[in-house]
């Protein structure tokens, strides 16, 4: 096949487009985040960077409440229905966000925390826009509103407020509202479109709900440890595992972006009853994205000590937590999109069983090893956990569609 032929293909092939817009966005997402951390880091130390992340962490949690699946919930509906449930997804995000945000006040004693709550909806309902920009497949219009401006303004801001508000994490907490309120904004004057009549259907709830649950304990799969880090040991610890959690996460993007484009191809394929094009997609899209994990997780082992020396020199302490981190995201994306085969062929609640083992073993061994171990007594335990729910996912998977990934597996 010549260069031209190549080039004609990828124009022709709309899936291969959006698979690189996304990888793209997602890149210039994760670099500005980086970005962002580095300056927090930098200008406003470590400590303080870690008081801001437990509280965020909070933010982030809560959030899939307020989320309810109903990001995936509508990626599943639109092919057969349509925008029916886009009005009723936000009514129920909105009242969940508000919900949450005045029981949050209840629970946590601390005014910085009270101060970051009202963030649940603002982050909750970005998830909602992120399924429809996917469902219509305008996933570079979403990146460049995501993750370029937003992002990009979150790091000017935060850089101007260090100058104008002082040193202290509510300046770090304003350039996040910031940049949130401005990509909502946005969302929202390009979205309006998809917003019809309310249309309550319960049993669109009921597909949400199970997700919602899987969501939720596979961000606490990734976020317990650093709750239990700002309960257990000090910020310090929690801003250089969260610095040794971004690190890491870099592994699977190559994941996160073929699913931003593979989710809602699975429920086209699955409600066409192309089943052996779906499985033919998932074999080989698993292959190739477990080779290029493999190699980049190399690259970040030899480069790893420089790589944390860029973020201060007390962030080298989490080198033995990066090198877990990087073992679990790294079978993380050689088992492929498990649990989106699973979800959105309408059988959500497998991962929401075998993520809540996950949490409870989690949390179990967070206990047992923070207060001897620390940040790597942290970092285990999520490996482990991580290992057991991706495992768990690829037999399913294997099982229910009778495919075989790899030779011997």
């Known amino acids: 096949m010549s260069f ?104 946590y004693n601390d005014p910085y925390i009270w101060f970051v709550l009202p963030l649940i909806w ?89 997700l919602l649950f899987a969501t939720l304990m596979a961000t606490i799969i990734n976020k317990v440890d650093i709750l239990m880090l700002g309960s257990m040991a000090t910020k310090q610890d929690v801003g250089v595992y969260q610095i040794t959690f971004q690190i890491s996460s870099t592994i699977s993007i190559f994941l996160f972006v073929f699913n931003t484009v593979f989710a809602p191809k699975i429920a086209d394929l699955y409600h066409n009853n192309k089943l052996e094009e779906l499985r033919r997609i998932y074999v080989n899209s698993t292959r190739a994205l477990a080779a290029l994990a493999a190699l980049y997780f190399a690259t970040i082992v030899i480069f790893d000590d420089f790589i944390l020396w860029v973020f201060g020199e007390e962030v080298v302490a989490g080198k033995t937590a990066l090198l877990m981190r990087n073992v679990a995201q790294l079978i993380n994306v050689a088992v492929g999109s ?43 335990a999520s490996m482990v956990a991580i290992l057991f729910t991706n495992i768990a996912g690829y037999i399913v998977v294997s099982t229910r569609f009778k495919v075989k990934v790899y030779k011997y597996i």
């Not at 826009?129 to 995501?146: M, S």
């Not at 979205?191 to 669109?204: L, T, V, W, Y």
């Not at 083992?357 to 967070?366: G, T």
């Open 122 to 210: 603002l982050v909750s309902s970005e998830q909602l826009f992120f399924a429809l920009y996917r469902t219509e497949g305008k996933i570079k219009e979403f990146y460049f509103i995501n993750g370029f401006m937003a992002i990009l303004l979150r790091v000017v801001f935060v850089i101007l407020c260090y100058f104008l508000i002082g040193q202290n994490e509510y300046s770090i907490a304003i350039a996040v509202y910031l940049s949130f309120l401005f990509s909502n904004l946005i969302y929202i004057l390009h979205q309006k479109g998809k917003f019809q009549k309310i249309h309550f259907d319960m049993g669109h709830l009921k597909y949400s709900f199970p």
């Open 338 to 380: 498990v649990w989106l085969m699973l979800s959105m062929t309408g059988k959500p609640k497998f991962q929401m069983y075998a993520n809540f083992c996950a949490v409870i073993m989690n949390i179990a061994l967070n206990f047992v090893l923070i207060p001897e171990y620390g940040i790597n007594g942290a970092a285990f």
């Open 4 to 107: 031209k032929d190549i080039i004609t293909y990828f124009k022709q092939s709309n899936f291969l487009q959006k698979l690189v817009e996304s990888f793209f966005g997602r890149i210039s997402y994760m670099i500005f985040s980086l970005l962002f951390s580095l300056i927090c880091t930098r200008i406003y130390g470590v400590e303080l960077f870690g008081v801001y992340t437990h509280a965020f962490t909070i933010v982030t949690i809560l959030m899939i409440v307020a989320r309810a699946g109903l990001d995936n919930g509508m990626m599943y509906s639109i092919p057969r229905n349509k925008y029916l449930h886009v009005s009723f997804s936000f009514v129920v995000n909105f009242i969940l966000a508000v919900g949450l945000t005045i029981i949050g006040g209840f629970i």
